[in-house]
């Protein structure tokens, strides 16, 4: 069986990070978060700079890497382990600059062709199941098709993108090895730690069913 999959969360666009660095350590303690991608604000450089070089350290500290939204220039200036990125064309543009000692991760990749591309050219993950520049995203069963297909064919890890429970639990059963959630958590009306733990414990009975399943089909 593949090892269980892990959470990756993204922060709400951020100005002023110190509710977020308040947060953090609270969040990255209730549940298995891998990493933290940071949106933020646009503001000139040296602002953002230094909310990441804010950010990192709490992310880090904790055991868990802080990806930046794009905003490739400034990953080593502000001490982030690396970016996620939006297209093939993006993706290549970072390489260069990220690797080998930085992540690169891809989304917005609307074909297969795209995903293969993307693996081929050394991203460390993809992502499928954003909303596209319309505002749409693919059905649940079409994300959950793209992760078991990547999942079965490709060393890369991929990434399901969820906005619900029913979402992270389907991921979670396709294959995928990293679950992307944002408002599902930051909108929890009980507040944001309890959020990511009810994300948590979705992902890791989803994990249980489907080794149940897999030990089943093995007899």
Partial sequence: MRPAPRLYLATPVVD????????????????DIAAVLLRLKQADQRGMISRIKQVAPVV??????????????????GGADGAHLSGIAALEEALPSLKPDRIAGVGHLSTRHDSMSAGELGADYVLFGEVDAEGKRPSIAAIAERLSWWAELFEPPCVGYAVSHEEVSEFVMAGADFVLVDDLVWADARGAAAGVADVDKTMREAYAAAVKLAKAAQG
Avoid at 60 to 77: F, H, I
């Fill in 16 to 31: 002023d990070p110190a509710d977020l660095i308040a947060s953090l350590p609270g969040l990255l303690a209730a549940a």
């Fill in 60 to 77: 880090q500290k904790a055991g868990a890497a802080l990806l930046l939204d794009g905003l490739l220039e400034l990953v080593a200036r």
